[in-house]
């Protein structure tokens, strides 16, 4: 089992569309959670951290749930600007070694 | 975030040969790591690169094959040696960012090995 997994992709979403992504973790030794936001040929860029409380920016709302090991990114409205692909990590603290997760291309039609 | 920048961001290399990849930021941080990304896949961790100390290799990676230089907080280098074509990958480094937990990461050097 990979320690790091999300939905498979792609996803093709008309504009304005809600798109919502899922990945789990088997490690209960991690500690944060983030989701990158990678676009082709390029490095992946952090999009947000994850917190228990949940947490949003703008568009975009992040969920955990560590009695599930669950990880969610909802985006609403979706722009054209947002095909990427997704990149769910967790971070195993304190050796600071990042998990990825093998990524969901989101691509956003017109 | 800090500024991190790479050389070079592409090569192509022979068959056998090694290729040193430097990752300079503009500011000092105490853990750097590097990570290669291999066609189609995401990103895995081949070691942690310390100021004063030897590097952390992850299973699967050894010095002989990656060593790793950390002269000073703002510079490392990582050397592909004795190259093949399995090594043809996106080759990232990375710094930790003010939480200490999030990393950010320079624009990759490209490698193909013929």
């Known amino acids: 089992r990979k320690e790091v997994e999300q939905d498979p992709g792609p996803f093709n979403v008309p504009e304005g569309a809600t798109v919502a992504f899922n990945c789990t973790y088997s490690?209960?030794?991690?500690?944060?959670f983030f989701w990158y936001r990678q676009d082709c040929r390029k490095e992946p860029k952090l999009l947000m951290s994850?917190?228990?409380s949940g947490n949003e920016d703008g568009r975009f709302t992040a969920q955990l749930n560590r009695a599930s090991q669950y990880i969610s990114l909802l985006i609403r409205d979706s722009k054209l600007s947002d095909s990427a692909t997704y990149l769910c990590?967790?971070?195993?603290?304190?050796?600071?070694?990042?998990?990825f997760g093998q990524g969901t291309e989101l691509s956003v039609k017109p | 975030s800090a500024v991190i920048s790479q050389k070079p961001s592409r090569d192509i290399c022979q068959r056998g040969t090694s290729l040193t990849i430097q990752c300079q930021v503009d500011s000092q941080v105490t853990m750097m790591f590097w990570y290669r990304q291999q066609p189609g896949q995401s990103l895995t961790l081949i070691a942690t690169?310390?100021?004063?100390?030897?590097?952390?290799?992850e299973s699967g990676f050894v010095i002989d094959k990656f060593p790793i230089s950390r002269p000073n907080l703002t510079f490392s280098t990582l050397t592909v040696s004795n190259m093949s074509p399995e090594d043809s990958s996106i080759y990232l480094c990375?710094?930790?960012?003010?939480?200490?937990?999030?990393?950010?990461f320079g624009p990759g050097t490209r490698l193909t090995v013929t």
């Open positions: 490690n209960s030794a991690s500690q944060s």
């Open positions: 990590v967790v971070n195993i603290v304190p050796r600071g070694k990042l998990i």
């Open positions: 690169a310390n100021q004063g100390s030897e590097a952390t290799y």
């Open positions: 990375s710094v930790v960012g003010a939480s200490r937990y999030e990393q950010y």
């Open positions: 994850v917190y228990s």
